[in-house]
């Protein structure tokens, strides 16, 4: 099956920038949603189809895709952004919806 | 507001079964989809399988084929998953997430709270 592969962690000073990988084969092709999840709660999704974000997602979140990588970016950095980010894409060889292993983001 | 709400934490024995249920409201429940996603104890995000709100289709993951059914009540906009033969390695946080209508393709807009099962004997 189709594998995400994520770095376990990020760490990143408040103000800064976080940059969080999501790699995977002929990425390019496929649409990459990201999902926040802070400690104890659900799930939040922050980007979806590669660089859209929902209603209420601040501008400061942000994503890209190219060649096989995707990427979330998130500017200016506050302690409350401190939480797992997963990557998620639709596997088209296996028609399943795929996750990342996730990515704790850790604001120092 | 756009919403689903799950049901409470369970302990089950080994062998036993469990049903899980996801309340949808702030939305037409049959245009849009169910997913169900597993996370074990400080573990990732695992997708168990998607039932449709507009015509029941369901769509499992293999690692689940033969021990899940997933159903809807469309009367009180509302998702099942009952999962069968639990093992202590199913003990884990299981959610419902919105997904489209026609299969589980495209993000996952709205989830759940959560809901706890715990198997042990």
């Known amino acids: 099956s189709y594998v995400l592969t994520q770095p376990p962690s990020v760490s990143v000073a408040p103000g800064q920038t976080a940059r969080i990988t999501c790699g995977g084969n002929?990425?390019?092709?496929?649409?990459v949603h990201w999902y926040q999840q802070r400690p104890g709660q659900a799930p939040v999704l922050v980007v979806y189809?590669?660089?859209d974000r929902p209603s209420g997602i601040p501008e400061r979140f942000s994503g890209s895709n190219s060649g096989n990588t995707a990427t979330l970016t998130i500017n200016r950095v506050e302690a409350g952004d401190e939480a797992d980010y997963y990557c998620?894409?639709?596997?088209?060889?296996?028609?399943?919806?795929?996750f990342g292993g996730g990515t704790k983001l850790t604001v120092l | 507001q756009v919403q689903l709400l799950q049901s409470a934490a369970e302990v089950k024995k080994p062998g036993a079964s469990v049903k899980v249920s996801c309340k949808a409201s702030?939305?037409?429940?049959?245009?849009?989809?169910i997913s169900w996603v597993r996370q074990a104890p400080g573990q990732g995000l695992e997708w168990m399988g998607w039932?449709?709100?507009?015509?029941?289709?369901?769509d499992y993951a293999q690692k689940f084929q033969g021990r899940v059914t997933m159903t809807t009540d469309t009367s009180t906009s509302t998702a099942y998953m009952e999962l069968r033969s639990l093992r202590s390695d199913d003990t884990a946080v299981f959610f419902c997430?919105?997904?489209?209508?026609?299969?589980?393709?495209?993000?996952?807009?709205?989830w759940g709270q959560g809901t706890l099962v715990i198997v042990s004997s």
């Open positions: 997430a919105r997904a489209l209508a026609v299969a589980a393709i495209g993000a996952f807009d709205i």
């Open positions: 702030g939305y037409t429940f049959n245009s849009y989809g």
């Open positions: 039932i449709s709100g507009y015509n029941d289709n369901t």
């Open positions: 002929n990425f390019g092709s496929k649409n």
């Open positions: 189809d590669d660089s």
């Open positions: 998620q894409i639709w596997d088209s060889s296996s028609d399943r919806p795929v």
